[in-house]
């Protein structure tokens, strides 16, 4: 019996490692001499690169850099020596959750600091460079990001601008001249769900704006600036990548990375997946269980267990979901390749202790699938 346990974090509880652990342990009480294979996923937000690096037998790094409103961040990313590959979370240099809700400012945040992350890359000797855009606390298309890595963003008077995206709107011209020449020998791949165009009533300003702190009027003007900035890239570049599909992402992360970088655009939890070496693990298994926190009609999204199941389908594995609940439109879901879902909870229980009990929850259900397959099997 082969059994591939692939399950994301569950977010305030339990890292995608420690699902799996405790999974593994259900399994086993069941299963004790079953083949029980752990692969920790991600689908390109936060606990990426921790999954990736449990996986890969990687490195964790830590760089200190800019946080998104200036301070210092010590933020950490994942190397794997043996393919010269990076792995960033933007987050961790230029994220939400280092803002507190009363600084949340969409307007001067920056990310100045992932740019920093990805010249730590470089100096690293990366080859490759993937980067998981989800959680940006920033607006400015990333320009904050390319100044760091030599780009010269110039106001009329041919002065620096200031971080942030509104000061976009002071943009008179770019100097490539200092670009780090070291990026055009560097693959860059882009792992996120996220499809909104730069600009426009579905763009990054519009649509993610006010959850960093921008009010209506503000939104509007950095949507403005944000389309300058656009029409200053694309004639200093040649090309205008500011509708193309996830040009909007991170507010406007993506669209630099397009643009300056050349970077290809993958759903998150495929990024993982090629990295953990998904499709081989699941291949001549009986069963794959897969899990996240809440499990619902988002999930169809792109997020971890649509994308398990969509590898363990092409080669006619099942799979089981155990989540910590299932919400609304779930079972939408069984048409795109889960076979049966389950919720932690065994009874009434608060979130705060669904989450502290989660270890054990999540090694009880995993044990009753066991059980509840073995009888369906007839195993004696």
Wanted: glycine letters at 12%; hydrophobic letters at 45%.
């Amino acid at each position: 019996m082969k059994i591939v346990i692939a399950p994301d974090s569950f977010k305030d509880s339990l890292s995608a490692q420690g699902v799996a652990d405790a999974i593994a342990l259900g399994l086993a009480e069941v299963w004790p001499d079953a083949q029980l294979v752990k692969c920790p996923m991600a689908d390109g937000g936060e606990g990426t690169v921790e999954s990736v690096l449990a996986a890969c037998d990687g490195e964790l790094r830590r760089t200190d850099v800019r946080g998104p409103l200036g301070e210092t961040v010590n933020a950490a990313w994942g190397w794997l020596p043996h393919n010269h590959t990076a792995i960033i979370e933007m987050a961790e240099a230029s994220g939400l959750q280092l803002v507190p809700l009363d600084r949340r400012d969409a307007c001067i945040s920056s990310t100045f600091g992932t740019g920093e992350l990805i010249r730590a890359a470089l100096d690293a000797g990366a080859q490759r460079v993937i980067l998981a855009i989800g959680g940006s606390a920033t607006n400015d298309a990333g320009a904050g990001a390319m100044q760091a890595l030599g780009v010269k963003l110039l106001d009329a008077q041919g002065e620096e601008l200031a971080p942030g995206g509104l000061s976009l709107a002071q943009l008179a011209g770019i100097d490539l001249d200092g670009i780090d020449p070291r990026l055009s020998a560097v693959r860059f791949d882009i792992a996120a769900d996220v499809d909104n165009p730069l600009c426009g009533p579905h763009g990054a300003s519009a649509i993610f704006g006010p959850q960093k702190g921008a009010t209506p009027a503000q939104v509007e003007q950095l949507d403005r600036a944000l389309g300058s900035f656009a029409e200053h890239c694309a004639t200093a570049l040649g090309k205008d990548v500011r509708d193309e599909p996830g040009s909007g992402a991170a507010g406007g992360l993506g669209f630099a990375a397009k643009a300056f970088l050349g970077a290809r655009f993958k759903a998150g939890v495929d990024v993982v997946a090629e990295l953990v070496g998904l499709a081989g693990a699941v291949k001549n298994a009986n069963l794959v269980i897969t899990g996240e926190g809440r499990f619902d009609a988002q999930t169809l999204r792109g997020k971890t267990p649509f994308g398990v199941a969509r590898i363990a389908r092409q080669q006619g594995v099942p799979v089981i979901v155990i989540a910590g609940t299932l919400g609304d439109g779930y079972q939408q879901l069984y048409a795109h390749g889960i076979d049966a879902a389950f919720a932690l909870a065994s009874g009434p229980m608060t979130l705060q202790q669904a989450c502290a009990d989660a270890p054990r929850l999540l090694r009880e259900r995993a044990s009753d699938v066991a059980r509840v397959w073995r009888m369906a099997s007839r195993e004696p």
